[in-house]
């Protein structure tokens, strides 16, 4: 009886030409869309919801400014921040992932990008964003801030813009950041100040749009992970 491990390891060398498609569709696609902000956050989170409402005013707000805006292309925070990019008439980017629960594509992202990888979707989340907000998620939205969070740390990718929206949903993480990864010393004092909380929209704009206008006009812009 031959091992399912084997079959999947001789499947290997395929494999590979499946991940380099994914980066080369989706590299020539976000190369043209232009500064973007990528706002991650729950995809359980309903329009009643005041932090989909909130996502709404951020994609709007931003695509007021220019900026495309990027999401997981999902249902919950992600359709909100769509919707806003797309009734601002901007670029709203979805980049979908296959997933059997949960995960669906909704219809306001008007530049969708699906992906079977979560690495190489990941990877895109960040090369082409010059800030980054983060709304209540779940362990998706969690592992996305610490690794963008990790790379602005370790210097792999510039100090742009981190956002985390909602106090109330925050608090509770920045306190135990506080009180043990920085009191025992698992990371250096300051690096707390690597990101910003805020609870209005139109704060988390102008954190964004700031930050553009002090490192010139959009071309200038660096890119992450470049």
């Not at 990877?123 to 983060?134: D, L």
């Amino acid at each position: 009886m031959k091992s399912n491990a084997v079959g999947f390891t001789r499947e290997d060398p395929w494999r590979i030409f499946r991940i380099m498609a994914e980066f080369v569709d989706s590299f020539e696609t976000l190369s043209h869309v232009g500064p973007a902000v990528t706002i991650f956050g729950s995809a359980r989170t309903l329009p009643s919801d005041p932090y989909y409402q909130a996502s709404v005013a951020l994609g709007k707000g931003l695509a007021k400014h220019h900026l495309a805006v990027v999401t997981g292309g999902g249902p919950g925070i992600m359709e909100a921040a769509n919707r806003g990019a797309s009734e601002g008439k901007g670029k709203s980017v979805g980049l979908n992932i296959e997933l059997p629960f949960e995960q669906k594509g909704n219809r306001f992202a008007n530049i969708p990008i699906n992906f079977h990888y979560f690495f190489s979707r990941k990877v895109c989340f960040v090369k082409y964003s010059v800030a980054f907000i983060f709304m209540p998620g779940g362990f998706g939205t969690l592992d996305e801030f610490f690794e963008v969070l990790t790379l602005v740390q370790t210097h792999r990718i510039s100090r742009f813009p981190l956002i985390l929206f909602g106090s109330d949903y925050w608090t509770g993480l920045l306190k135990w950041m506080k009180s043990t990864l920085e009191k025992d010393g698992f990371i250096s004092r300051g690096e707390l100040d690597l990101f910003t909380v805020t609870d209005d929209p139109q704060e988390a704009i102008a954190i964004v749009v700031d930050y553009i206008r002090r490192v010139g006009p959009p071309e200038s812009v660096p890119k992450a992970l470049g």
